[in-house]
């Protein structure tokens, strides 16, 4: 496209320089005034092939922005059929998942205090020995409590049985 219009200025001069060299050459040319509307035309036609040129060009860079904007959205849309089958790997999905863990360990803790407490409260019961002051220390501490309870009465049934 560039070649061909250096080549359709090129000519222009040319000939442009050709009729002016005739004129002078002939006593019977055209008068100057003609010689220079003929350069007129000859510019105004270069002005509208490098108006055209230009006009060109920018059809060429927006055709090829149009053709990134597609590729763009093109890779969108596959990364987000990707993402649907293996699932969101953004980091609030991690961190909405990260406070469902820790809510299902809060609930599961919480499950087996209550679970130790009932247990303490059921052998309390049965033996009628010991105190309610366990089952408050069961339900407080847990594991811990329920593995001190259990060692005080491996204790006392021991002291029971030695006389």
């Given at each position: 496209?560039?070649?061909?219009?250096?080549?359709?200025?090129?000519?222009?001069?040319?000939?442009?320089?050709?009729?002016?060299?005739?004129?002078?050459?002939?006593?019977?040319?055209?008068?100057?005034?003609?010689?220079?509307?003929?350069?007129?035309?000859?510019?105004?036609?270069?002005?509208?092939?490098?108006?055209?040129?230009?006009?060109?060009?920018?059809?060429?860079?927006?055709?090829?922005?149009?053709?990134?904007?597609?590729?763009?959205?093109?890779?969108?849309?596959?990364?987000?059929?990707?993402?649907?089958?293996?699932?969101?790997?953004?980091?609030?999905?991690?961190?909405?998942?990260?406070?469902?863990?820790?809510?299902?360990?809060?609930?599961?803790?919480?499950?087996?205090?209550?679970?130790?407490?009932?247990?303490?409260?059921?052998?309390?019961?049965?033996?009628?020995?010991?105190?309610?002051?366990?089952?408050?220390?069961?339900?407080?501490?847990?594991?811990?409590?329920?593995?001190?309870?259990?060692?005080?009465?491996?204790?006392?049934?021991?002291?029971?049985?030695?006389p």
């Amino acid at each position: 496209m560039k070649k061909m219009i250096g080549t359709l200025i090129l000519a222009g001069v040319l000939s442009a320089g050709g009729v002016l060299a005739q004129d002078r050459s002939q006593p019977g040319g055209s008068p100057p005034s003609a010689l220079r509307e003929q350069f007129q035309q000859l510019e105004l036609r270069n002005h509208a092939l490098d108006v055209e040129a230009h006009a060109e060009k920018l059809r060429f860079e927006q055709e090829m922005n149009n053709l990134k904007i597609k590729q763009h959205r093109l890779a969108i849309d596959l990364q987000e059929q990707a993402g649907s089958k293996q699932g969101p790997t953004t980091p609030e999905h991690w961190h909405r998942r990260a406070h469902g863990c820790v809510g299902f360990l809060l609930l599961l803790c919480g499950v087996i205090h209550i679970l130790l407490t009932v247990w303490v409260y059921q052998d309390i019961k049965q033996r009628n020995q010991g105190s309610g002051i366990w089952i408050v220390i069961t339900l407080l501490t847990g594991l811990c409590g329920t593995a001190v309870y259990a060692l005080v009465r491996l204790g006392e049934k021991q002291d029971s049985k030695a006389p």
